[in-house]
Nanobody
Framework: QVQLVESGGGLVQAGGSLRLSCAAS????????MAWFRQAPGKQREFVAA????????YYIDSVKGRFTISRDNGKNTVYLQMNSLKDEDTAVYYC????????????????WGQGTQVTVSS
């Protein structure tokens, strides 16, 4: 079993950048596909990006392509989400998640979750 703790959220102006971190413990993240989801007030949790278990592929929703980058450092057992050119609509609680599946973009396919970190983008 793996435990996940997110950090790096905060308040940023539109057009700015943030880097979220997800520190894992209990098991190496190299055996999991790692992902970021987000949930805005009054909305369902939404898939944002994933980095495959094999390390060979990444996947993003269209609205963040070219702006967000997911990466992983297996040595530090940490996953990152670099967010650039932030927009108001990126405001949400961001969650780190892990699954043993090769690649997944559906909330129910993820077994392990962090507690979330708030990202607020002001215009």
């Amino acid at each position: 079993q793996v435990q996940l703790v997110e950090s790096g959220g905060g308040l940023v102006q539109a057009g700015g950048s943030l880097r979220l971190s997800c520190a894992a413990s209990g098991r190496t993240i190299s055996v999991y596909t790692m992902a970021w989801f987000r949930q805005a007030p009054g909305k369902q949790r939404e898939f944002v990006a994933a980095f495959s278990r094999s390390g060979g592929s990444t996947y993003y929703i269209d609205s963040v392509k070219g702006r967000f980058t997911i990466s992983r450092d297996n040595g530090k057992n940490t996953v990152y989400l670099q967010m650039n050119s932030l927009k108001d609509e990126d405001t949400a609680v961001y969650y780190c998640a892990a699954t043993p599946f090769t690649m997944a973009a559906i909330h129910s396919q993820y077994h392990y979750w962090g507690q979330g970190t708030q990202v607020t983008v002001s215009s």
